[in-house]
């Protein structure tokens, strides 16, 4: 089992950069794709990016490739999203989630939302322009 927590969220001007932290907890952390996805209110929870569990494979939506970085730090049971260059459409809820069924996120084929078993609570991001 799999607890996670994100933190880092809250509100950014456009172009700002935020770092969102998600700490896991329990002994499959090191073994699954972290995933981070965000939602806003009436639309689907969509894909943000990911990174493999030790490999170094990391895959990203169109919408952040270039601005957003992923990153993990097994040791420390914790991964990191860097966002940059945010924009207002980058306003959402950010998930991250973990996928203990995979270890390697190397298309966007590993960032779907109903393969990843267990997830954070979230953390508002808000963007204003």
């Known amino acids: 089992q799999v607890q996670l927590v994100e933190s880092g969220g809250g509100l950014a001007q456009t172009g700002d950069s935020l770092r969102l932290t998600c700490v896991g907890s329990g002994r499959t952390f090191s073994n699954s794709i972290m995933g981070w996805f965000r939602q806003t209110p009436g639309k689907e929870r969509e894909a943000v990016a990911c990174?493999?569990?030790?490999?170094?494979?990391?895959t990203y939506a169109e919408s952040v490739k270039g601005r957003f970085t992923v990153s993990r730090d097994n040791a420390k049971n914790t991964a990191w999203l860097q966002m940059d260059s945010l924009k207002s459409e980058d306003t959402a809820t950010y998930y991250c989630a973990a996928n203990t069924l995979r270890t390697s996120c190397r298309n966007l084929n590993h960032l779907v939302v109903h393969e990843y078993n267990y997830w954070g609570q979230g953390t508002r991001v808000t963007v204003s322009s």
């Open positions: 990174t493999g569990a030790k490999d170094g494979s990391t």
